[in-house]
């Protein structure tokens, strides 16, 4: 029974009876890193449930990009934390800050011109591919994304972030023109006609 239970796990050698006993030491680290991955994790799941209702409380979307978020509370955070917290809460940079008292996250809300850029990228890759979705269209389809705008702003943003919103989208490309029957995109007060052309 042992033998064949080990084949079928994919044991290499020519029978478990082979095998050396496994090492107390190898098993007890390999048993504490495990441990400390799960804690990790928890740390991880608790900051981005908190930096999400600060978010939510400060009624600031998730697709907008924040400079920031500094994490308190006991122990420090790894690299791969921070970088997961980063990802999950859309922050440049995730700050941590020794504190004796419970985990909290502080989110800085202050947004830059570039900040307000990047989330209207974000929000103009949402919108285009509700476009497709309400045309009918799946991402298989080759589309080209046709824009027009008196806004400053809005063409700023696009020359900075076309290439993320045409990867985003999965267009072959994004151009300024007179597009069919638009979609009004608004960011604040600044407002962008845009619509898809399958190709």
Same mark, same amino acid.
């Given at each position: ?21 496994? !090492? ?20 991880? &799941? ?16 998730? &697709? ?9 509370? /006991?122990?420090?955070?790894? !690299? ?35 900040? /307000? ?83």
């Amino acid at each position: 029974m042992a033998e064949s239970l080990y084949a079928e796990l994919g044991g290499k050698a020519d029978s478990i009876h082979l095998l050396d006993w496994p !090492d107390a030491a190898a098993a007890k680290a390999h048993s504490e890193a495990t441990e400390e991955l799960r804690n990790q994790m928890k740390k991880v &799941r608790a900051v981005c449930s908190l930096g999400l209702e600060k978010r939510a409380a400060s009624s600031m979307p998730v &697709r907008q990009a924040l400079a920031s978020a500094t994490v308190l509370g /006991k122990g420090g955070m790894t !690299d791969w934390m921070k970088s997961v917290v980063a990802e999950e809460l859309n922050v440049h940079e995730v700050l941590t800050k020794e504190s004796g008292e419970d985990t909290a996250v502080e989110l800085d809300v202050v947004l830059t011109p570039a900040l /307000k850029r990047e989330g209207a990228a974000r929000d103009l890759v949402r919108n285009v591919n509700d476009l497709r979705k309400t045309s009918g269209l799946t991402l298989q389809d080759r589309v080209v994304i046709v824009y027009f705008t008196a806004s400053d702003f809005w063409k700023e943003t696009v020359a900075e972030h076309g290439a993320s919103v045409v990867a985003g989208t999965l267009a072959d490309r994004i151009e300024e023109g007179q597009p069919y029957e638009p979609k009004s995109l608004w960011f604040e007060d600044h407002e962008l006609h845009v619509a898809i052309v399958k190709q």
